[in-house]
């Protein structure tokens, strides 16, 4: 059975969404602006957020700042989107903090941990937050934050039904979130087409504040603020690439906006090589099957997934996904690369319907939850396409 969320948290409903930032405000307001002294990073973009904002929270942490981290969605327990100094608030103190905001029923899910994030920050009182935009960039919550700096990692086409029904629009969003900064670092996946679009951003490039050059599978020569150093890519996949340059560029952001000292190689290292985020491109033992699990949740991250898996063995699929993501496309992506497929539907509001998952993979054998899918199949297995379905799966892992 899943875990459930503090009880705080249930009432609230994890699928609703109000684009303004006009509740949490009040929320925050009314406590006092617990956030007023926070210095933050915020990350935004279409894919690659979280492993951006784990690289670098890793990386300032090895330099000794006393850190926050706060990511969505959480993979099993809710806890794991708070993060203090690495490791996800305790549920006690995360159970404190929904209680003062009971007193805020208004709050939607998102703005309840965003809050419940900046709280538990101020109280522990970190050197500097690293906070994971939720979707989009105008209203999204931890726009309150008020981040010194700001980092975008690229623009695709998800949630079009909130941020705009293209890229241009969709990049004209998330550019308000960079505007609101006083430093805004653009990734390497940040293409020409949408730069005009992001608005009157004054930003940097993330290769004008460091030199980064692929030089073996998962190694890069890196240059910046005088040193050149090799360092590993912490996570499987070439998109990693582009996701370590703009953490890089925004550490050394982060040292120019007087939040944390000098990049050093030996910090950099230390703090890459002590980086977690599971459910992107990660293995796990799974009822006594090797699989390896992707979040792969849009159809960018579908085709990131289908270059990886067409560079190796076959794998077979396991597949599902949420109602709201292109599943027809996503499927034309990645079943030239795989083998057998099985689907199922996912235990969430918002799950596909199984009868679409049919029709999009009209040879996957059916199964009627995540375990049962992967029981059909044969090894290897990938699976991907929500990390709702990487939660569900990884909620049993073997860790013995």
Not at 192 to 205: K, S, T
């Amino acid at each position: 059975m899943p875990v459930l969320p503090p009880l705080s948290l249930v009432r609230r409903g994890a699928a609703r969404i109000r684009p303004d930032l006009d509740r949490i405000t009040h929320a925050l307001e009314s406590l006092g602006r617990p956030h007023a002294s926070l210095a933050s990073v915020l990350v935004v973009g279409s894919n690659g957020k979280g492993s951006t904002a784990a690289m670098l929270e890793a990386m300032l942490r090895a330099h000794g700042i006393d850190t926050g981290l706060y990511t969505s969605p959480h993979l099993v327990r809710v806890e794991e989107r708070i993060q203090l100094g690495g490791v996800p608030l305790p549920t006690a103190e995360l159970e404190r903090h929904l209680a003062t905001l009971d007193a805020f029923p208004e709050l939607t899910f998102f703005e309840t941990l965003t809050a419940a994030a900046l709280l538990a920050f101020a109280g522990a009182g970190v050197d500097v937050a690293v906070l994971e935009a939720g979707m989009g960039g105008r209203w999204d919550a931890t726009r309150i934050a008020d981040s010194t700096v700001a980092g975008l990692t690229n623009v695709g086409t998800d949630h079009r039904e909130w941020l705009g029904p293209n890229r241009e629009e969709i990049a004209t969003d998330k550019g308000a979130a960079l505007a609101a900064a006083a430093a805004a670092v653009i990734g390497p996946e940040v293409d020409d087409a949408v730069r005009p679009h992001l608005g009157a951003v004054p930003a940097v490039a993330a290769a004008d504040l460091v030199e980064l050059v692929p030089c073996g599978p998962d190694l890069v020569h890196v240059r910046l603020n005088g040193d050149a150093f090799n360092v590993a890519v912490p996570f499987p996949g070439l998109h990693q690439v582009a996701n370590l340059h703009l953490s890089l560029a925004l550490l050394v952001a982060t040292h120019r906006a007087g939040l944390a000292p000098a990049p050093r190689p030996d910090a950099i290292r230390a703090g890459l090589a002590a980086a977690r985020w599971p459910a992107r491109l990660t293995r796990h033992r799974i009822h006594g099957r090797d699989v390896l699990v992707d979040g792969a949740h849009n159809l960018e991250g579908a085709r990131v997934l289908a270059e990886f898996l067409a560079a190796r063995r076959r794998h077979n699929l396991l597949f599902s996904c949420l109602a709201d993501k292109p599943l027809e496309a996503m499927a034309e992506v990645l079943r030239p690369v795989v083998d057998l497929v099985a689907v199922c539907p996912l235990d969430d509001e918002r799950a596909m319907p199984l009868e679409r998952l049919r029709r999009a993979f009209p040879e996957a054998e059916v199964a009627a939850d995540p375990i049962a899918a992967l029981a059909l199949l044969p090894e290897p297995v990938v699976a991907a396409g929500s990390l709702r379905l990487a939660g569900a799966l990884l909620e049993v892992e073997e860790t013995t």
